[in-house]
Each structure stands twice: as structure tokens, then as C-alpha cells.
């Protein structure tokens, strides 16, 4: 069944199909008390037998892929579902046990229960239970997780499409042979997966600049954080993985920023880019993987002040889908113009001369500059681009 609609597909079925059947069981329970005994038998024998046909086809795959499969034996959800596995398979095979004594006499006498009557409303009491439990082990594994792991995992997924971004931007700067470009990069990955705690972190291209597209956790730690919240197995069991990659780019991005010649980049920057490519998920699994099978939630959009609210005289150049817009700018001598970043990735605004530079500016900064002198004054963004226009890149003309 899992096969056909997936883990959470199987489980909504079979949560709709538990309640029926719970409820048939329960009006075969009526039935016995109306002394309908014919009736009775054959609802609860079916019932009872649907039962089976769903452990068989839901309920074991579902434990075995969670638990074994998915090395996820501690967690919570883990235990509950052993917990709930073990006692629903022991009522399984009671009520079957009461199926047989009630409609043959193939049960030896000496292994026949004294009431049959009180067995089976035992029976159903633990079997309404284990229902009521089933229903809980499923809000907490398909509801409540994405509420308590939407905030790390929207973290731990943006920084997986900069780790992707990133080595992109590594791969154009090698093909275009900028070192200085290649070297630049590099530090950025580096510092992205690492964070502010590794052994890497800081200004590994000796530029004079510490650039750090990230938030400073560093993917690593977001990794660890993530295999926290959630307990699908999926994604632990992909961790490691995961944590193999990174590792590698790390290895081989530290080499970048020290190369002497654009020419030994070739290899290991396409090395690296494979390597981003499988950690965020763009093949099988990884970091977007984990994400979408945790179910992450997606934030709701920040409410920004208008770009143009830049005062009297005022210009403003939107940062949104890594472009300056406009991406040529011409205005009078003495107009200030304010740069807002109007998307999640990281951005700088930085002059190809130094002239001006905006820093680091998340989401919703901003950063003003009047312009007295004419000129033409070029600039990109550290983090998307490059200088001479390459990439997130702008000019303002100034007249």
C-alpha cells in the first residue's frame, strides 16, 4: 500500500478504515445485546479478518519502514508505534482465537476460555484503545511534528538552496577563470556549511573580507538540529549521508581558497558541485527531501515597507530573485539611493571600486547612499555576483 500512495497516503487510509471498522465491531457489539447472535458472528468474524488483511498491508510495512528500515527506534513516535504494534498484534490474535471458538470446535476443551462473552467485551474494550491510541500516534506523527519542527527545517532548507546557489556561482567563476572569483566562493561555502563554530569559519581567501551567506549555525548544526525535531525515519537515516557530503565540499572548498592557478580548480569545483547537488536533494534524497518529508510548513511572507519610501530625492533598487532592480539606475547628482532586500538569500551591494558597500543585508534591510559626484559607478553583490557585471550586478549612472 505504501508503495502505491506513500507513507503518510497509507496512513490516512488506514486511519479512516480503523474508525470503520471500530464502528462495525461496535454495532456487532449491539447486535449480540439485541440476542442477533447469527448476525453478531458474522460481523465481528469479518471485522475481525479486515483487521488482519490491514496489519498485513499497512500497519507492519508502516512499522517496519519507520522503525527498522529507518534506524529510528528511540524517538517517541518510534516507541509509541512498537508499543502499539505489539498489543494490537496480542489483541489480533485473541480476537481471532474468539473467531474460531465462537463459530467451530476446533479449540481443544482444555484451551477454551470459561466466558466467551466476557472475553470478547474485554476484547473490544482493548481494541477500542488501541484504536483511540492509533489515532493519537497519528497526529503525532503527521500534525504535531510540523508544527514543532516548521522553524529549523525552513532554516536548514534555505541554507541547502544557498549551499546549491553557491556552488553554482563556483562553478561559473571557474569556468569564466577568475581566481580571485573561485577563492571567494569557496570561503562562502565553507563558512555556510560550517558556521560560526568551525574549525574552517573566517576569511579563508585572505581578502580582507569575512563573508558568510549563512546565519552563522552552519549547515552541519542545522543537520543535527533537524534529526532532533523530527522523528521521521527518513531523514535521520539520510543524515549521515548527508553530513559525508558536506564534509567533502568542506575538504575540497578549503583547497579552492588556497589554489595558485585558476587552472587546478576544474576538477574539485566540479566535484564540489556534484556533491552540493546531492546534499540539497536534487537527486534522490537530502536537505530539500528532509524538508518536504518532515513537512515543513513554508513561513508566511513578512509584511515590508514600500521600496519607494525612501524620502525626498529618494531612489530605491529592489534585491529580489538574486537582480538589482533596476539594474541601471540614472539619476541627478546628490540623489540618494537606498538598496532593500526583498527576499530570504543573504545580498551586499558592493562597488566594483569599494567606492560604497552595503554589508551583509538579510531580508528586509536596507542601505542608503547619496551619489554627489557624476559618474558611472558599477556594482554586484559579493555573494551572486561578480565585478565588471558578472552576474547580480548593477550600475548607476549619475549625472
Not at 569556468?175 to 572569483?181: D, I, M, N, Q, V
Not at 562562502?188 to 563573508?211: F, T, V
Request: hydrophobic share 45%; charged share 15%.
Amino acid at each position: 500500500m505504501q508503495a502505491l500512495f506513500g507513507a503518510r497516503g497509507a496512513a490516512d487510509i488506514n486511519l479512516v478504515l480503523q474508525i470503520l471498522l471500530l464502528a462495525g465491531l461496535l454495532a456487532g457489539f449491539y447486535l449480540a445485546r439485541q440476542k442477533r447472535f447469527t448476525q453478531h458472528g458474522n460481523v465481528q468474524t469479518a471485522m475481525v479478518l479486515l483487521n488482519l488483511v490491514l496489519i498485513v498491508a499497512m500497519m507492519a510495512p508502516s512499522l517496519y519502514g519507520y522503525v527498522i528500515a529507518g534506524q529510528s527506534s528511540t524517538g517517541r513516535v518510534a516507541r509509541l508505534m512498537i508499543g502499539h504494534g505489539v498489543l494490537g498484534l496480542i489483541v489480533q490474535l485473541v480476537a481471532l482465537y474468539l473467531v474460531v471458538r465462537m463459530r467451530t470446535n476446533l479449540i481443544p476443551e482444555r484451551w477454551r476460555v470459561s466466558n466467551i462473552k466476557r472475553a470478547m467485551r474485554l476484547t473490544l474494550a482493548v481494541w477500542t484503545v488501541l484504536v483511540l491510541l492509533g489515532v493519537g500516534i497519528y497526529g503525532e506523527r503527521y500534525l504535531n511534528q510540523r508544527t514543532i519542527a516548521s522553524a529549523p527545517l525552513l532554516e536548514f532548507r534555505q541554507l541547502g538552496a544557498d549551499l546549491y546557489v553557491h556552488a553554482v556561482e563556483l562553478q561559473d567563476a571557474s569556468a569564466r577563470g577568475s581566481l580571485p572569483a573561485v577563492k571567494r566562493h569557496a570561503e562562502h561555502l565553507i563558512n555556510l556549511i560550517e558556521g560560526k563554530s568551525g574549525l574552517h569559519y573566517g576569511d579563508n581567501d585572505i581578502d580582507g573580507y569575512m563573508e558568510d551567506p549563512g546565519d552563522g549555525v552552519g549547515l552541519l548544526a542545522r543537520l543535527d538540529t533537524v534529526t532532533t525535531v523530527t522523528d521521521e525515519a527518513e531523514v535521520t537515516a539520510r543524515a549521515g549521508e548527508v553530513r559525508a557530503q558536506l564534509e567533502q565540499v568542506i575538504d575540497l572548498s578549503v583547497d579552492l581558497a588556497g589554489a595558485q592557478a585558476v587552472t587546478d580548480t576544474t576538477a574539485p569545483v566540479a566535484a564540489v558541485f556534484n556533491l552540493a547537488r546531492q546534499a540539497n536533494g536534487l537527486g534522490v534524497f537530502g536537505i530539500d527531501f528532509a524538508a518536504r518529508t518532515a513537512g515543513v510548513i513554508e513561513a508566511p511572507a513578512l509584511a515590508m515597507a514600500s521600496p519607494s519610501a525612501t524620502g525626498p530625492g529618494g531612489v530605491a533598487i529592489v534585491e529580489d530573485e538574486f537582480l538589482f532592480l533596476p539594474e541601471v539606475l540614472t539619476i541627478p547628482a546628490g540623489t540618494t539611493v537606498t538598496w532593500v532586500n526583498d527576499e530570504q538569500p543573504k545580498h551586499t551591494a558592493t562597488s566594483d571600486d569599494r567606492l560604497f558597500d552595503t554589508g551583509d543585508q538579510l531580508l528586509g534591510d536596507s542601505y542608503s547612499h547619496t551619489f554627489d559626484a557624476p559618474g558611472i559607478y558599477p556594482y554586484y553583490c559579493r555573494y551572486h555576483g561578480d565585478i565588471d557585471g558578472v552576474g547580480m550586478a548593477g550600475t548607476i549612472v549619475v549625472e
